[in-house]
């Protein structure tokens, strides 16, 4: 959880490639279901430029 409030945080700030590498710690091992929601909330995230 500490890492997703982190990413969460400077997300909108974050250059593609580290978002990309981001994205991929936070869902690895995950179920498909929670990893499209967490990929749904970062793209939303990203759409309004941070928090």
Do not use: C, N
């Not at 890492?3 to 936070?26: I, N, S």
């Not at 091992?29 to 990203?46: N, V």
């Amino acid at each position: 959880m500490k890492k997703f409030k982190e990413y969460a945080d400077v997300w909108g700030k974050l250059p593609e490639r580290e978002r990309t590498k981001a994205m991929t710690q936070l869902t690895r091992g995950m179920p498909a279901k929670y990893r499209d929601a967490i990929e749904a909330y970062f793209k939303q995230l990203e759409k309004s430029g941070g928090k």
